[in-house]
């Protein structure tokens, strides 16, 4: 399967790196280049945010319902995945509401589910009101990482229905091109290495044997083996990764929804009757977590995760995912953003908690202390 390209016969290649695509490998070797460690201390943290993702074990929910004479759509249960796919659900809600003639829509909620559900009613020509108790920056949205992860906390992989997954592939496919659109355009969305580290060999990295996420849509990795890349592991697998920076990002949203016309109310509901009550005779749940108690859903839960910030850091302009060490105790990630080192590795399920919890904090830090110290 190991063959050499043409990057290999310009002298840019070397045998013992491979890049892995969904259809095998090809052999080339990637420019090197410095990456900067991360100042990583307990001096550096700035703050610890906590998020609790909106984990439904049976996956996202689009559907309509009847609530009177109104429409309510569903588009909530995101879990892990929600800054990643919410283009794609919430033009597959907008797709329904064109079913009726009215061309007025009440969204609820105004994370980034409820937010990119409002531009596609608005695109479709809707008039549209945005009712929340929470808005930028106090929603989970706020407190998300947040890379591309379609499939990371979404579903649990005995409850998917065939129906289910077509829902989830052309959701996926939707989002990864709006969200690419977005890039350089002032989303805070943009492209870095990512790199995994690990300690096992190529081969058992090939491929990451996740069949619901379309080919098209998995990037081609490198495989960078002992002695060709800085990290203290034997491996580093690079993967370009699309990362979006949720303050930057959340606030042009809700400056596109208000440009483009909606109105944005402060406003709780705590039952199906008082949704009945509002004007509008189509009505959009994007509420979250929130779905469990305003809707009953007890599928929801939350799956805590926990970000620790350290200090902006110029320079460093790649991501990582694990350790590879004991001091780890758990997989860990670090990203840049502008307003910080973001490092993360948690996910609790059950736990409603929003304080950070000490112990993932302290294996978090002395984790990516011990990585970067060892970096090279
Ligand atoms: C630590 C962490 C890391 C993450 N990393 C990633 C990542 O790398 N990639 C990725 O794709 N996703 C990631 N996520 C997940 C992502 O953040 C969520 O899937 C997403 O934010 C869910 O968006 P939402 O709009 O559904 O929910 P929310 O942002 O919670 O918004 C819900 C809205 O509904 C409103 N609402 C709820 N109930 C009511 C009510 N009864 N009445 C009125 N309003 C109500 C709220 O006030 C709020 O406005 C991460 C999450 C966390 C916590």
């Known amino acids: 399967m190991l063959r050499a390209s043409g990057l290999g016969l310009l002298g840019l290649g070397a045998a013992s790196c491979a890049s892995v695509t969904p259809a095998g490998f090809v052999g080339y070797r990637r420019p090197s280049r410095r990456l900067e460690p991360v100042d990583a201390s307990w001096q550096r943290i700035i703050r610890t945010t906590v998020g609790l993702r909106p984990y439904r074990p049976s996956g996202f929910v689009v559907r309509p319902e009847r609530l009177g004479a109104k429409l309510l759509i569903h588009n909530y249960g995101h879990g892990g995945s929600g800054m990643s796919l919410s283009w794609g659900t919430s033009q597959m809600a907008?797709?329904?509401?064109?079913?009726?003639?009215?061309?007025?829509?009440?969204?609820?909620?105004?994370?980034?589910?409820?937010?990119?559900?409002t531009r596609q009613l608005q695109r479709r020509g809707f008039d549209v009101t945005v009712y929340a108790e929470h808005v930028p920056p106090n929603t989970t949205s706020n407190m998300s990482l947040a890379s591309w992860t379609p499939t990371s906390g979404l579903v649990d992989r005995a409850r998917r229905t065939a129906t289910w997954d077509h829902q989830f592939r052309r959701a996926a496919r939707i989002s990864w091109t709006e969200l690419q659109l977005l890039v350089g355009r002032g989303y805070g969305i943009g492209w870095m290495e990512g790199y995994s580290l690990r300690n096992s060999a190529p081969a058992e990295v090939a491929g990451d044997g996740n069949s619901l996420l379309p080919d098209e849509l998995q990037m081609a990795s490198t495989v960078l083996g002992p002695g060709e890349h800085p990290f203290p592991t034997a491996y580093a697998v690079m993967r370009p990764s699309m990362n979006i920076e949720p303050s930057v990002y959340l606030d042009r949203l809700?400056?596109?929804?208000?440009?483009?016309?909606?109105?944005?109310?402060?406003?709780?509901?705590?039952?199906?009757?008082?949704?009945?009550?509002?004007?509008?005779?189509?009505?959009?749940?994007?509420?979250?977590?929130?779905?469990?108690?305003?809707?009953?859903?007890?599928?929801?839960?939350?799956?805590?995760?926990?970000?620790?910030?350290?200090?902006?850091?110029?320079?460093?302009?790649?991501?990582?995912?694990?350790?590879?060490?004991?001091?780890?105790?758990?997989?860990?990630?670090?990203?840049?953003?502008?307003?910080?080192?973001?490092l993360g590795g948690t996910s609790v399920e059950g736990d409603w908690s929003l304080d950070p919890d000490p112990d993932a904090t302290r294996r978090i830090v002395e984790a990516h202390i011990d990585l970067f110290s060892r970096m090279r």
């Open 254 to 342: 809700v400056a596109d929804v208000r440009e483009a016309g909606a109105e944005i109310v402060i406003r709780r509901f705590d039952s199906r009757s008082d949704l009945a009550m509002l004007p509008e005779s189509i009505v959009i749940n994007c509420t979250g977590l929130g779905a469990r108690t305003l809707l009953g859903d007890d599928e929801m839960t939350p799956l805590k995760g926990q970000l620790t910030i350290l200090m902006p850091q110029a320079g460093v302009d790649y991501s990582t995912f694990g350790a590879a060490s004991p001091v780890a105790g758990g997989f860990v990630h670090m990203s840049p953003r502008r307003d910080g080192i973001a």
């Open 94 to 117: 907008a797709e329904i509401a064109l079913e009726r003639p009215e061309r007025r829509a009440a969204v609820i909620g105004c994370g980034v589910v409820g937010l990119t559900t």
